[in-house]
Structures are given as structure tokens and as C-alpha cells.
């Protein structure tokens, strides 16, 4: 299966956590896409792209890769979730992917619950590696 990791990339914390996320992925047999390695972070890359602005770059490639892929794996960790994750979860669901939830951190939005639109997009929340495992082996 083809999965699009949907993640904050923006310290070095957040980069090296998805990176562990990615390798379990892959380990239980699954192709990724990890915007981070596949696309660039923003603020690393020049200008201009082939003549293209690089934010405008940026989203056209994820774009193309939320199209591409089976799934997507929405990475939620933190006090509120990244906004591109939570655009990224919404294409995929609006497209029909299966769309599955990870999240580490015991912070929610109220009462151990996120926002009900998120929620509601995904098919479960995984809350450890050995979930995410088990789980991704039986996609």
C-alpha cells in the first residue's frame, strides 16, 4: 500500500519523529511518502524550483502525492494539530483513502477527544508503535 505521512515538519524533534513513524511504515512492507525527505521543508529550499516559486512547488508535489497514494497516516502529536496535516487528512478523506490516525500525546482538545472533523475523518487513532505496527500488517 502506498501511504502519505501527514505530519508537522517545522524543528528537528518533529522531523526525527516522522522519520521513526516512516521506518515502521516501511518495515511492516508499505511504499511512503514523507514530505520532509520527498519534497523539502520550506524554509531549506531555494526560491525558485525549476522556475517555480517553492512554496507553490510544495504544494503542487504533495498534491500530486495525496493523489498517488492508498492511505494517509495523520501524525497529530501537539497541542493542536498542524494545519497542513489537517488539510492533507481532509483531501485524503474527501478523495475516499483510507485515512488513519497517530497520535503519541495524551493532550486533546476536550474531554481525551480532537476536534470531532478530525475525529470523524479517520477510521482509528493508534496510540503506540506496536499498535501502528500491528495494525499497518494487516493493511
Same mark, same amino acid.
Not at 13 to 29: H, K, L, M, P, T
Not at 43 to 53: H, N, Q, R, T, V
Not at 115 to 133: F, H, I, Q, S, Y
Given at each position: 500500500?502506498?501511504?502519505?505521512? &501527514? &505530519?508537522? +515538519?517545522? =524543528?528537528? %524533534? @518533529?522531523?526525527?519523529? =516522522?522519520?521513526?513513524?516512516? &521506518?515502521? #511504515?516501511?518495515?511492516?512492507?508499505? @511504499?511512503?511518502?514523507?514530505?520532509?525527505?520527498?519534497?523539502?521543508?520550506? &524554509? $531549506? +529550499?531555494?526560491?525558485?524550483?525549476?522556475?517555480?516559486?517553492?512554496? /507553490?512547488?510544495?504544494? $503542487? +508535489?504533495?498534491?500530486?502525492?495525496?493523489?498517488?497514494?492508498?492511505?494517509? +497516516?495523520?501524525?497529530?502529536?501537539? /497541542? *493542536?494539530?498542524?494545519?497542513? %496535516?489537517?488539510? @492533507?487528512?481532509?483531501?485524503?478523506? %474527501?478523495?475516499?483513502? /483510507?485515512?488513519?490516525?497517530? /497520535?503519541?500525546? #495524551?493532550?486533546?482538545?476536550? $474531554?481525551?477527544? $480532537? =476536534?470531532?472533523?478530525?475525529?470523524?475523518?479517520?477510521?482509528? *487513532?493508534?496510540?503506540?508503535?506496536?499498535?501502528?505496527?500491528?495494525?499497518?500488517?494487516?493493511?
Amino acid at each position: 500500500m502506498k501511504i502519505y505521512i &501527514a &505530519a508537522p +515538519l517545522f =524543528n528537528e %524533534a @518533529e522531523r526525527v519523529f =516522522n522519520e521513526s513513524v516512516d &521506518a515502521i #511504515v516501511r518495515e511492516c512492507g508499505h @511504499e511512503t511518502y514523507l514530505p520532509q525527505r520527498d519534497g523539502g521543508c520550506v &524554509a $531549506d +529550499l531555494p526560491e525558485l524550483i525549476g522556475g517555480i516559486p517553492k512554496r /507553490r512547488y510544495l504544494f $503542487d +508535489l504533495d498534491c500530486e502525492h495525496m493523489e498517488w497514494c492508498d492511505a494517509v +497516516l495523520f501524525l497529530s502529536d501537539g /497541542r *493542536v494539530p498542524d494545519e497542513g %496535516a489537517c488539510f @492533507e487528512l481532509g483531501w485524503c478523506c %474527501a478523495k475516499g483513502k /483510507r485515512c488513519i490516525g497517530y /497520535r503519541t500525546d #495524551v493532550r486533546s482538545f476536550i $474531554d481525551g477527544h $480532537d =476536534n470531532v472533523m478530525l475525529e470523524g475523518a479517520v477510521e482509528k *487513532v493508534l496510540r503506540t508503535p506496536d499498535e501502528l505496527r500491528a495494525y499497518l500488517k494487516e493493511l
